[in-house]
């Protein structure tokens, strides 16, 4: 894993580009779009991920619907206000992308990359537990716990990242305290659910969130190193 961008928040994603990209906004004369990429799973199903990119990372004719690509990014969060509710928009924020050719025959540094790294889909993520997680169990008896992680960015920012986690992970994770320091690695995935509104309408919607492979807490480790400089001095 490419770890060159902030170490607390770094993702790689392989995937199809599926539609055309859309403008998304502009900041200081620099232009943002969005698009989509379609990763597969194991099972067969798959996510389909926003990725926002700048401008000035767009070559011609890179972000053609049904190309593959090489994500390299940022999962980040913002606030958007719409019905007088704010509501929490997640997306992939593009730092590099690299066109995956698919001939098998090409041997260029860039597909050396990929083949080399088969992940087409993790993400690490380093923060802070900002909610107590929500432990349940499925009708079925699967245990599933959800989990808000808040993410330092520059700029005195934070990305707040829904995480869900399974099994041992999910009964370790209902005894997390709110602060608590750890550090996650999983897969960025998507989810349609039905939000349902007090008029008995409903709307399908999608949700974005990390899905826990491994979790480790980090602040015991952090306390260590202070207490060993405490005695260094």
């Not at 906004?25 to 379609?38: S, T």
């Not at 990725?51 to 000035?56: D, L």
């Not at 602060?179 to 659910?193: E, F």
């Not at 399908?204 to 990390?210: D, F, L, M, N, S």
Request: a negative charge; aromatic letters at 10%.
């Amino acid at each position: 894993m490419d770890t060159n961008y902030l170490e607390n928040n770094y993702l790689t994603l392989v995937g199809r580009i599926t539609g055309e990209k859309e403008f998304s906004h502009e900041i200081y004369g620099e232009r943002f779009y969005l698009f989509k990429l379609v990763i597969p799973r194991l099972s067969g199903n798959e996510d389909i991920i926003p990725i926002t990119i700048s401008e000035r990372l767009i070559k011609e004719d890179t972000l053609q619907a049904g190309k593959k690509i090489l994500v390299k990014g940022q999962f980040r969060s913002y606030n958007s206000y719409e019905n007088e509710k704010n509501r929490l928009i997640l997306t992939v924020f593009a730092k590099d992308i690299i066109e995956v050719e698919e001939n098998d025959n090409e041997n260029n540094e860039e597909n050396e990359i990929v083949r080399k790294d088969t992940i087409t889909n993790e993400v690490v993520l380093i923060g802070y537990i900002c909610k107590k997680p929500i432990y349940r169990q499925t009708p079925f008896g699967r245990e599933i716990s959800d989990i808000l992680l808040a993410v330092n960015r520059a700029y005195n920012k934070s990305d707040y990242i829904p995480c869900i986690a399974w099994g041992r992970n999910a009964r370790f994770c209902q005894n997390l305290e709110v602060g608590s320091q750890v550090k996650i690695v999983g897969r960025v995935q998507s989810r349609t659910y039905e939000k349902k509104y007090e008029d008995g309408t409903s709307q399908t919607r999608v949700a974005y969130e990390v899905s826990v492979g491994s979790l480790e807490i980090i602040e015991e480790k952090n306390e260590e190193k202070e207490e060993e400089n405490q005695e260094a001095v």
